[in-house]
Nanobody, 113 residues
Framework: QVQLAESGGGLVQAGGSLRLSCTASGSIFSIWTMRWHRQAPGKQRELVAAITSGGSTYYADSVKGRFTISRDNAKNTVYLQMSSLKPEDTAVYYC???????WGQGTQVTVSS
């Protein structure tokens, strides 16, 4: 059973930065495409960013140019560097193994003005 654990969320002022981390169990992490999703209260969960085993990346238009996804296969970890944060980025952020039911527990990001 794959387990994912996120960390790095918290409170930050608009314009600030945070780095989220997600560490996975298992020895085949390097072949997975990893995704970050987020969900605000009363809203649908949305895809924020993704990174393939080969390092190709995808970003939602709402975060393009502000967020960077990366991975360290030696640490079984995927990161989301979040810069120029806006109040509308406030949400619970989840990591996921693409196209599976393997989700982390979520980490809260709150951006104040």
């Amino acid at each position: 059973q794959v387990q994912l654990a996120e960390s790095g969320g918290g409170l930050v002022q608009a314009g600030g930065s945070l780095r989220l981390s997600c560490t996975a169990s298992g020895s085949i992490f390097s072949i997975w495409t990893m995704r970050w999703h987020r969900q605000a209260p009363g809203k649908q969960r949305e895809l924020v960013a993704a990174i393939t085993s080969g390092g190709s990346t995808y970003y939602a238009d709402s975060v393009k140019g502000r967020f960077t996804i990366s991975r360290d296969n030696a640490k079984n970890t995927v990161y989301l560097q979040m810069s120029s944060l806006k109040p509308e980025d406030t949400a619970v952020y989840y990591c996921r193994v693409a196209n599976t039911d393997y989700w982390g527990q979520g980490t809260q990001v709150t951006v104040s003005s």
